[in-house]
């Protein structure tokens, strides 16, 4: 059944200045200006909110979820986190030395 | 990474012309703690401020790779030449955020460039040192970036929202730099006797430098009041190379390692940190391009530019072919 209702707006929701705006949800609306209006009372009503964006779903290009493939790591990549460094055993290792 | 890298200039009123109401409504907001964002009427003088310190970042970041990167190759061993690959990643990284955030204050990414590598710009002074060991990336990891987590914590509290936001991210990618370079510090420290010696000779090295790294002191900046209540600049250099001081000579210490600063100690009347003048005729020599490294690394920079205009070409040019698989 072919979707005969306004075009889709994606919601994106900012509840402070400064903050990332988060999506939120959707809404239809015959232009971006009304869908403004209508994301404001579903979504704005609530919770603090500063700003709103709303951005035509179909201009919205995303990756498919089959092919989660390209986020997948080959291999163990800890070495580029903070947490790949134990750092504090090392340095109570050295300290122990030290003292000997 | 990044630190402060010039003298502040203002030679006039930073208000003058502005809309007295306007100018009131702007302040009030950042009274509140409220963040600016693009949109919003700001004043010249603030927009000029921030595109400054965010562009400046932005090179600095893209700077910063180039002394590190030289070590690549040569890293000891698979582990550690694939840690330094991701953090020069995380660094040229970090430098798009920040040109995409001086951007939406009007300049263009084009400008920010040309600018750079016509010596317009400036970029952290740091960057402008020759990394002639292996020890000497393990310092910029661990020191230098601990400068730039000091600095870039204090900026994210400041007033314009996208420069925020851009640093959050950057501030976590941050955290692996310091520690990865921490890590490879340690092993240095705790390895042959030749080791300690590599890694005791970069610190030498590497301490002025460092000392210059947070920027002239509050006493030679001519910095005003007004940045600091447009939240445009949050901290004075000195209070931020104190807190480096605090959290990092201890750690130093702890690791069998010396400050090459006889004059270094803590005034336990004070609590302040005293050490020997780094010399600011040298600081002002090298961000004004003539310290033993500014040629090298704008050639550098200048070449990578030229050799990478087909992959601009390429990425703008009309798209004709079809995929061969459907």
């Known amino acids: 059944m072919s979707d005969t209702q306004w075009p889709l707006f994606e919601v994106f929701h900012q509840k402070a200045r400064g903050e990332h705006h988060v999506h939120v949800g959707s809404v239809h609306a015959p232009d971006a200006e009304m869908a403004l209006v209508l994301a404001k009372e579903q979504y704005a009503r609530r919770m603090a909110c500063v700003n709103l964006w709303v951005v035509r779903a179909d201009h919205i290009h995303a990756s498919d979820y089959a092919d989660s493939d390209m986020f997948a790591h080959a291999t163990d990549k800890s070495y580029r986190e903070a947490f790949g460094y134990k750092v504090g055993d090392k340095v109570k290792k050295k300290k122990k030395e030290a003292t000997k | 990474m990044y630190g402060s890298t010039t003298f502040t200039d203002i030679k006039q009123s930073p208000i003058a012309g502005e809309d007295p109401e306007k100018l009131a409504e702007f302040e009030a907001h950042i009274a509140r703690g409220e963040k600016i964002e693009p949109p919003d009427w700001m004043p010249a003088e603030y927009r000029r401020q921030l595109i400054r310190m965010i562009e400046q970042h932005a090179h600095s970041e893209i700077m910063g790779a180039l002394p590190e990167g030289k070590w690549i190759p040569h890293a000891p061993g698979f582990g550690r030449k694939l840690a330094l690959v991701a953090k020069v990643q995380d660094e040229v990284g970090h430098a798009q955020l920040l040109y995409r955030a001086a951007e939406t204050l009007g300049k263009s990414r084009e ?6 590598l016509s010596g317009k710009s400036k970029y952290s002074n740091v960057f402008n040192y020759p990394t002639p060991s292996w020890a000497d990336t ?34 976590y990618e941050e955290s692996f730099h310091l520690k990865y370079g921490y890590d490879s510090v340690i092993t240095l420290a705790s390895g042959t006797k030749a080791q300690r010696a590599m890694l005791q000779d970069a610190l030498n090295r590497w301490w002025r430098p ?23 600049k949050i901290r004075s250099n000195d209070e931020m190379r104190q807190e480096f001081l605090d959290t990092y000579v201890p ?12 004059n270094l100690k803590k005034n336990p009347a004070t609590g302040e940190w005293e050490f020997s003048d780094p010399d600011w005729g040298e600081f002002k020599r090298v961000i004004n391009g003539d310290g033993p490294c500014n040629a090298e690394r704008l050639g550098i920079r200048r070449l990578a530019h030229e050799e990478g205009a087909w992959v601009r070409a390429a990425l703008a040019a009309d798209r004709q072919a079809t995929p061969i698989v459907q």
């Open chain 2, 111 to 116: 400008q920010m460039i040309d600018d750079l």
């Open chain 2, 138 to 171: 393990a310092v910029i990891a661990w020191l230098i970036d601990a400068g730039a987590i000091i600095n870039q914590n204090t900026n994210a509290e400041g007033s314009y929202g996208p420069y925020c936001r851009a640093l959050k991210r950057i501030c």
């Open chain 2, 210 to 232: 460092i000392m210059h790294f947070h920027g002239p002191p509050d006493k030679m900046s001519a910095h005003t009041e007004i940045l600091m209540r447009w939240k445009v």
């Open chain 2, 251 to 262: 750690k130093i210490w702890e690791l069998g390692l010396t400050v090459p600063d006889p």
